[in-house]
């Protein structure tokens, strides 16, 4: 089996980041970047206009930023798996790492595999009932296909990816309906005007979707309004949640403590865990900013902070 000194884990801009920092110190890293888990390249694989990542005045596509990201990783020499990580024991040096068909070891580990959208358990949401036949959880990857268009569109949800995949449901949508569980958005303030001025979008404030039904699509949504408890029934095409995500750290199996919300914990100001040697760096680790560009920042720090520990421990 072979003994690598960095192995980075995901794929998004925190774990390419770090590899590109990482071979830059000749610290041959080899990054597995997923494959039946997600897009690899994480969330911005499934986003549109990038407005916000500085350097793009005009922005640019979400897929085509993280090329740029892949491409400059591999450029300096990382080796890249496609490939999910199925497990990994840090219990003790060098570190083992089960890929899905690579198995090797690691000196040090940094994890960077972000955080997966998150579902509601609706009556008719469920796998083998409407999911991923009119109920999804990625307006951007699933809203151009056939069934939805022309159709009312159903969106859960009040923060800004809510707020941007209503906006952009309106390209394919008769009407998209925002249904909220409360009377004010958390989207920012910019969002939430674009969607409250935009002919096609209506709020439905104070309100929760608890039934989905249909024939072999979704024809309709049962939405109560919270505080009256009035329920009505909404002819529907389909519905898409946008309610956060849920950080990837299922393949730990334990090994690495968490926050309440499941993010990994990491010592203040740095992206050292508890395991001397594991590193954490993105969305995994962060619940408060999670952008794009501060991904990318912790990724970097990851890779600054694994070379000083690697050099500590005698291993360049
Ligand atoms: P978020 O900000 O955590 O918002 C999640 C929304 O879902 C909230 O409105 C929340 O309601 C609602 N929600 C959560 N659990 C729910 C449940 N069980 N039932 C019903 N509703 C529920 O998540 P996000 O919108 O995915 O955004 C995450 C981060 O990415 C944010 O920092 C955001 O600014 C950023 N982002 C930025 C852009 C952009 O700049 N273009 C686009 C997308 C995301 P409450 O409000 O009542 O809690």
């Keep these: ?31 597995f970047e997923g494959f039946m888990s997600g897009p690899a390249g994480g969330q911005l694989m499934t986003t549109t206009e990038v407005e916000n990542y500085p350097g793009f005045p005009e922005g640019i596509i979400g897929p085509e930023l993280m090329a740029h990201f892949r491409g400059q990783a591999e450029r300096f020499g990382t080796t890249i798996f496609t490939e999910d990580v199925e497990s990994v024991d840090l219990s003790k040096r060098p570190f083992l790492v089960q890929g899905s068909s690579t198995k090797c070891e690691a000196e040090a580990v940094i994890i960077a595999t972000g955080a997966t959208a998150k579902r509601l358990d609706i009556d008719g949401a469920r796998e083998g009932e409407f999911w991923q036949k009119g109920v999804t959880a990625c307006a951007v990857c699933d809203g151009a296909a056939p069934i939805f268009r022309n159709k009312p569109l159903f969106v859960i949800g009040g923060g800004d990816s809510a707020v941007e995949e209503a906006i952009f449901l309106t390209k394919y949508a008769s009407q998209v309906y925002i249904v909220h569980r409360r009377n004010e958005f958390r989207a920012s303030k910019i969002m939430a005007d674009r969607a409250m001025k935009h002919p096609k979008i209506e709020v439905l404030w104070d309100s929760a979707i608890e039934k989905i039904s249909g024939d072999q699509i979704v024809r309709k949504v049962l939405v109560k309004h919270l505080k009256s408890g009035k329920a009505e029934e909404r002819e529907a095409g389909g519905v898409f949640f946008a309610i956060g995500h849920q950080p990837n750290t299922g393949f730990l199996n334990g090994q690495l403590p968490l926050d309440g919300a499941g993010y990994i914990k990491v010592k203040p100001g740095s992206t050292y865990t508890n395991i001397p040697g594991v ?3 993105g969305d995994v680790q962060d619940h408060v900013y999670r952008q794009a560009v501060t991904a990318a920042g912790s990724g970097c720090m990851a890779a600054l902070d694994a070379e000083r520990w690697l050099s500590s421990e005698g291993i360049d």
């Design 279 to 281: 590193f954490a760096a």
């Design 1 to 31: 089996m072979k003994r690598h000194k960095l192995v980075i884990i995901g794929s998004g801009p925190a774990g390419y980041t770090a590899a590109i920092y990482a071979a830059r110190a000749n610290l041959k890293p080899v990054l």
